[in-house]
């Protein structure tokens, strides 16, 4: 089975930089996501990590460590609009299906 | 990136009957297509893996009866809720990878469809 860890809420300041930390345990593994989701909306795509190490994508980057079972995200230089929930979701545990975390609900504040 | 259209995205019905939602790519062609659930502040439940052309694949929990999917063609994915009841109001959310999808694993969502049974 699989099995997701997040923190379920954070708070940080605009302009700040926030790192959420995500932990699995898992049978089988073949890829972490990461996903942002504003409330009453559909997920939308972040990041992909299938090897170690760290992925940047402009204010977005995600790191993995397979050994450790560990992953973040982290945000740069906060707006506002960042305020969302986001997923961490694990790919393995056999077949393509994505299972996803809890969630860590971000608030951002001025 | 691709493109799933999900409809309609708010439903209110009433207790016993049945609502169907449908789930399309629109710029690109899902053999599989993915059916998640999403209470109020938790994550998203994989319902069901719907496969074109053949049954769809239940998770652990959810009723096949119940939930009925059905994925006709390769852009079309349907999932009726029958016989609906207070307990099924939900967020339904449809998802599905194309081709460079298949290599990553990324998914694309649907907008979702919003279920409140009175």
């Known amino acids: 089975g699989q099995n997701i860890d997040q923190p379920t809420e954070m708070t940080a300041t605009e302009g700040a930089i926030v790192q959420i930390n995500c932990t699995y345990q898992?049978?089988?593994?073949?890829?972490l996501f990461w996903y942002q989701q504003h409330a009453g909306e559909a997920p939308t795509f972040l990041s992909y990590?299938?090897?170690?190490g760290l992925e940047e994508k402009g204010r977005f980057s995600s790191f993995l460590s397979r050994s450790k079972g560990y992953s973040y995200l982290l945000l740069k230089e906060l707006q506002m609009k960042d305020s969302a929930s986001y997923l961490c979701?694990?790919?393995?545990?056999?077949?393509?299906?994505?299972?996803f975390g809890t969630g860590t609900q971000l608030k951002v504040e001025l | 990136g691709a493109v799933v259209s999900q409809h309609p995205s708010r439903v209110i019905c009433k207790s016993g009957t049945s609502v169907k939602i449908e789930c399309r790519s629109l710029?690109?062609?899902?053999?599989?297509m993915f059916w998640y659930r999403q209470f109020p502040k938790q994550s998203l439940m994989l319902m069901a893996t719907?496969?074109?052309?053949?049954?769809?694949?239940?998770e652990q929990g959810v009723e096949k009866d119940k939930f009925l999917i059905n994925h006709a063609s390769l852009t079309l994915s349907t999932l009726t809720v029958t016989s609906a009841h207070p307990e099924d109001s939900s967020f339904y959310i449809c998802?599905?990878?194309?081709?460079?999808?298949?290599?990553?694993?990324?998914?694309?969502f649907g907008e979702g469809s919003r279920l409140t049974v009175l």
């Open positions: 990590n299938v090897l170690d």
């Open positions: 979701a694990l790919r393995g545990g056999g077949g393509n299906k994505l299972t």
């Open positions: 998802s599905a990878r194309d081709l460079e999808g298949l290599r990553t694993g990324e998914l694309f």
């Open positions: 898992t049978s089988g593994f073949n890829g």
């Open positions: 710029d690109f062609q899902a053999t599989t």
């Open positions: 719907s496969n074109e052309g053949s049954k769809a694949t239940y």
